[in-house]
């Protein structure tokens, strides 16, 4: 059976989809009225479109302030830390990392990288947790502990991303013994730029196509 390529708009319209159901299968079954593509097929999309993410382009002069923070996931059972940078004025992730521990180290390369793409100057805002203040003084990174409510600022965005995964209970499912995580990066690049375009279809859509 010859294979027929599926169009790169009904792609689009799939990621969507899933985005708006949560669920590669209710995904697939809107999909039906259109062409019948499985629930995998959706997640081999997902996968394969995570690159163009990173073509989503943020202008570092526009960023004021950086929010950092981490919060536990589960990838296969298994407790990791998701790192997230955040822009409050424009409401912008601008960096996650995914690491296995907690520490200085991983902390100082993450902000090392933050420096890297948009400047020394920044100020930092971070709940003052110790590997926080570290990475920030060797790296001569202006650092401030925020206050309650710029705190919750932060809390909310992640609540999102936390809402979304503990929809299947924080768990990534994973079946290779010496995964590198690269699928739960590309799902969370994706989801966080659904956010950035503000759940509109349209502009996922032209995003995606123009970018792919």
């Given amino acids: 059976m010859k294979y027929i390529?599926?169009?790169?708009?009904?792609?689009t319209y799939g990621l969507y989809l899933y985005f708006n159901s949560r669920s590669y299968r209710c995904a697939s079954k809107s999909l039906e009225h259109i062409?019948?593509?499985?629930?995998?097929?959706?997640?081999?999309?997902?996968?394969?479109?995570?690159?163009?993410?990173?073509?989503f382009r943020i202008n570092k002069n526009q960023v004021?302030?950086?929010?950092?923070?981490?919060?536990?996931?589960?990838?296969?059972?298994?407790?990791?830390?998701?790192?997230i940078a955040y822009e409050p004025n424009m409401?912008?992730?601008?960096?996650?990392?995914?690491?296995?521990?907690?520490?200085?180290?991983?902390?100082?390369?993450?902000?090392?990288?933050?420096r890297k793409r948009f400047g020394r100057r920044k100020l930092i805002f971070t709940d003052g947790a110790r590997w926080?203040?570290?990475?920030?003084?060797?790296?001569r990174l202006k650092h401030q502990v925020y206050g309650t409510e710029l705190k919750n600022i932060i809390e909310r965005f992640i609540q999102k991303i936390k809402d979304r995964t503990e929809c299947f209970?924080?768990?990534?499912?994973?079946?290779?013994?010496?995964?590198?995580?690269?699928?739960?990066?590309?799902?969370?690049?994706?989801?966080?730029?659904?956010?950035?375009?503000?759940t509109d279809r349209i502009k996922?859509?032209?995003?995606?196509?123009?970018?792919?």
């Avoid at 390529?5 to 792609?11: C, D, E, F, P, S």
């Fill in 64 to 83: 004021k302030m950086i929010f950092v923070d981490e919060t536990l996931i589960q990838i296969d059972g298994k407790d990791y830390w998701l790192w």
């Fill in 169 to 198: 209970d924080d768990h990534f499912p994973c079946r290779s013994e010496n995964c590198n995580r690269q699928h739960v990066t590309n799902w969370i690049k994706m989801f966080i730029l659904y956010l950035h375009m503000k």
């Fill in 5 to 11: 390529r599926t169009h790169k708009a009904i792609v």
């Fill in 35 to 55: 062409i019948k593509r499985s629930h995998v097929s959706i997640w081999k999309w997902m996968q394969k479109h995570a690159d163009v993410v990173d073509r």
């Fill in 132 to 139: 926080y203040n570290d990475a920030c003084k060797w790296l």
């Fill in 91 to 114: 409401d912008l992730c601008l960096m996650v990392h995914i690491s296995r521990e907690r520490t200085i180290f991983v902390c100082y390369q993450f902000f090392k990288e933050l």
């Fill in 204 to 212: 996922l859509m032209e995003f995606l196509m123009g970018n792919s």
